[in-house]
């Protein structure tokens, strides 16, 4: 089928245009998203996230008594486990997001392909 042959009107053939090029995006926008979903954020667990992140352990202390570096560790690993969940919780957003986002390039490919097919098609 010829979408934008001479035998057609030119408002059709402008319309042809719009719609191949919306398909065309729709299409390289589809295979990003899709990219992002097979290499998707990585959420790892508290202790490789406190061994790269967190530096509890290297930190020096104010204080010498005992139970103040206690309340210090608790304190430091408290800290480190909001950051951890902030973390996995931003990267759990981002890789919903991308299943969202592809949905919705899906949905419009199909749209504008139909819509192609259907303003096109000869009457029988």
């Keep these: 089928m010829a979408y934008l042959s001479k035998e057609k009107d030119i408002v059709l053939r402008v319309i042809n245009s719009i719609l191949i090029m919306g ?3 729709s299409i390289i926008l589809l295979t990003a998203t899709g990219i992002k979903i097979i290499n998707k954020e990585k959420i790892g667990t508290y202790e490789e996230y406190a061994k790269e992140v967190c530096t509890i352990d290297k930190l020096e202390y104010e204080c010498a008594d005992e139970d103040c570096i206690k ?15 902030e973390d996995k919780k931003e990267k759990e957003e981002i ?4 299943r969202n986002n592809f949905l919705v390039f899906l949905g419009s490919t199909v749209v504008l392909f139909v819509a192609l097919r259907l303003l096109n098609r000869k009457h029988k």
């Design 71 to 85: 309340d210090l560790d608790k304190e430091r690993k408290k800290i480190c486990t909001n950051y951890y969940l």
């Design 95 to 98: 890789n919903k997001s991308n």
């Design 23 to 25: 398909i065309v995006v």
